[in-house]
């Protein structure tokens, strides 16, 4: 079966606890389509390119999953219609599953030493 990443973008109003709730009802419709869940990452709660339903901000979350082109089409009707969700994207994936790339860190996180060992490194 091929894989797929839904990425969800919800509501930043929402609690911890209603996030939770949200996902497992997501996992829930799933399983009940034949689907199988992989990999769940919770992202949190980060700024919006653009405004969306006058909020600057949503809370993020990747779902990793398994099943047919039938249960995305079921899946994403389902998403479309629930109010919590302000987007939502889904791909097919390359078969396995990814790491989200780790943020580089700014120069005002970097220490002398590091500085000097990337001055080092142009002369």
Do not use: C
């Amino acid at each position: 079966m091929p894989t797929y990443e839904t990425m969800l973008v919800l509501d930043p109003e929402m609690s911890k606890e209603q996030v939770d709730g949200f996902v497992e009802k997501v996992k829930k419709l799933l399983d009940d389509h034949g689907g199988e869940v992989l990999k769940v990452d919770q992202w949190g709660l980060n700024t919006l390119a653009y405004e969306i339903r006058k909020k600057t901000t949503g809370y993020y979350v990747l779902i990793y999953f398994e099943g047919g082109a039938e249960l995305v089409s079921e899946m994403e009707g389902s998403l479309g219609l629930m109010e919590e969700v302000l987007r939502y994207l889904t791909v097919r994936g390359e078969g396995e599953i990814v790491a989200p790339p780790k943020r580089e860190e700014g120069p005002e996180e970097k220490t002398a030493e590091d500085q000097e060992l990337v001055i080092a490194k142009e002369t």
